[in-house]
């Protein structure tokens, strides 16, 4: 699978892991990233809550959040958008680093719980039963 830093305008498309640049918030419109300069704030990021948000609103039912290890709690908030919007939810079970997903699972808007490898499978699985392509993809 391919892997890319993210340019602002950039076609979100299947089968590629995207990174996010660093000091960039990211939202995403008709199926292309939107970048801007995050502000310099204080306390805890919130990148990933916003993304999610606008993943959510932008896919509706074709959206998915996964939630790996890490510190703190972005993307919590955010995983009730994806639930509402009827997308599916991950969160990892055996991260190191868990407050991140310990915090997803706690918020009651997350579908399964797995290990990486399992998170893997069952995205593949998904990405077989879903015929459809991305909203404005040709």
Known sequence: M???EIEHGMRLTANCVF????????????????LSKT??????PTTLS????????SLGSRAIAVILSGLGNDGASA????????GQTFAQADAR??????????TGNIGFTMTP?????????????RQSPLPGAR
Do not use: Y
């Not at 502000?39 to 805890?44: D, L, N, S, V």
């Not at 490898?117 to 039963?129: K, T, W, Y």
């Open 2 to 4: 391919a892997t890319c």
């Open 97 to 106: 680093w868990e407050g991140m997903p310990d915090g997803a699972v706690a």
């Open 79 to 86: 995983l009730a958008a994806v639930k509402a919007a009827r």
């Open 39 to 44: 502000r310099e704030r204080h306390g805890w």
């Open 117 to 129: 490898a399992e998170i893997a499978n069952a995205l593949s699985a998904l990405s077989q039963m």
């Open 50 to 57: 916003v993304f999610l948000c606008s993943l959510a609103e």
């Open 19 to 34: 990174v996010l640049p660093p000091g960039f918030q990211l939202t995403l419109s008709d199926a292309r990233f939107v």
